[in-house]
T-cell receptor, first 114, second 112 residues
Framework: ETGVTQSPTHLIKTRGQQVTLRCSSQ?????VSWYQQALGQGPQFIFQ???????GRGNFPPRFSGLQFPNYSSELNVNALELDDSALYLC?????????????FGQGTRLTVV | TQLLEQSPQFLSIQEGENLTVYCNSS?????LQWYRQEPGEGPVLLVT?????EVKKLKRLTFQFGDARKDSSLHITAAQPGDTGLYLC????????????FGKGTRLHILP
């Protein structure tokens, strides 16, 4: 059984560029959530995907978008990058019944916008 | 909006001491989870509590869910340097219980 894997692990982008982050969910998990974690803060919920559809969104602008594929892997896309987008981006997968089992996180992608 | 407040934000204590970290909210949660995060890594799930008043033990760590399911505590007995890390509480909502909202975390440092 493989865990949650994210790629790339580190990324440096210039303000105004676009970025795509990828996540492979844990085997058997059909729900993927994305979080942004700024330095010294807890993870902030961006959005969640279930069966290839967005299933809830946090307080993030539309330039943050995502996809989920039939194999339950997922992408996070951020357009028009801003300096404040610099953060650790975490992907978490869970079975649909996430309430009782919690979420399983990848190691994250450290994005630096310069 | 469901918010989770963790206290203290920072804690530095000597090895062998006991400590308690708190997680409070004005909202009711269907479950509460505790995670531990190392620098540069994703959070790792420690425990999920579901029933009001529930107590779970994980070696030297004791987790309690408040009777009203609005708060939780993490107690560590005889802390060790390996316990150093960021401890995050997270709640799953009553209405949308598949979405997990995090507190800001407690950064714990155990001095040898």
């Amino acid at each position: 059984e493989t865990g949650v894997t994210q790629s790339p692990t580190h990324l440096i982008k210039t303000r105004g560029q676009q970025v795509t982050l990828r996540c492979s969910s844990q085997s058997g998990h059909n729900t993927v959530s994305w979080y942004q974690q700024a330095l010294g803060q807890g993870p902030q919920f961006i959005f969640q995907y279930y069966r290839e559809e967005e299933n809830g969104r946090g307080n993030f602008p539309p330039r943050f978008s995502g996809l989920q594929f039939p194999n339950y892997s997922s992408e996070l896309n951020v357009n028009a990058l801003e300096l404040d987008d610099s953060a650790l981006y975490l992907c978490a997968s869970s079975p649909r019944e996430g309430r009782t089992l919690g979420a399983f996180f990848g190691q994250g992608t450290r994005l630096t916008v310069v | 909006t469901q918010l989770l407040e963790q206290s203290p934000q920072f804690l530095s204590i000597q090895e062998g001491e006991n400590l308690t970290v708190y997680c409070n909210s004005s909202s009711v949660f269907s479950s509460l989870q505790w995670y531990r995060q190392e620098p540069g890594e994703g959070p790792v799930l420690l425990v999920t509590v579901v029933t009001g008043g529930e107590v779970k033990k994980l070696k030297r760590l004791t987790f309690q869910f408040g009777d009203a399911r609005k708060d939780s505590s993490l107690h560590i007995t005889a802390a060790q340097p390996g316990d150093t890390g960021l401890y995050l509480c997270a709640g799953a909502g009553i209405i949308r219980d598949d979405k997990i909202i995090f507190g800001k975390g407690t950064r714990l440092h155990i001095l040898p």
